[in-house]
Nanobody, 125 residues
Framework: QVQLVESGGGLVQTGGSLRLSCTASGGTFSTYTMGWFRQAPGNEREFVAAITRNGGNTVYKDPVKGRFTISRDNAKNTVYLQMNSLKPEDTAVYYC??????????????????WGQGTQVTVSS
């Protein structure tokens, strides 16, 4: 069973930066497509970014393009989300997820097999 643990969330002012990390254990990290999702209070969980198993391809939700960067280090079983120029509307619980179907860049939650517990990101105005 794959376990995912996120870290790096916190409180930041508008325009600030945070780097989220998600470390995997119990599986073969390098074979999974990895994604980041977020969920704000009262909203559905929404896709943020995803990266293929070798890091060669990425996809982003439009509102975060140019501000967020997803990357991974397979030697450390870790995926990252660098978030710059943060806005209050980025406030949410951020989740990482793993998709066993490595050849796709899934952008919807049901296509992911494993989930972390989430880390809170709060951007103050």
């Amino acid at each position: 069973q794959v376990q995912l643990v996120e870290s790096g969330g916190g409180l930041v002012q508008t325009g600030g930066s945070l780097r989220l990390s998600c470390t995997a254990s119990g599986g073969t990290f390098s074979t999974y497509t990895m994604g980041w999702f977020r969920q704000a209070p009262g909203n559905e969980r929404e896709f943020v970014a995803a990266i293929t198993r070798n890091g060669g391809n990425t996809v982003y939700k439009d509102p975060v393009k140019g501000r967020f960067t997803i990357s991974r280090d397979n030697a450390k079983n870790t995926v990252y989300l660098q978030m710059n120029s943060l806005k209050p509307e980025d406030t949410a619980v951020y989740y990482c997820a793993a998709d066993k179907v490595y050849y796709r860049l899934a952008t919807i939650a049901p296509e992911y097999d494993y989930w972390g517990q989430g880390t809170q990101v709060t951007v103050s105005s």
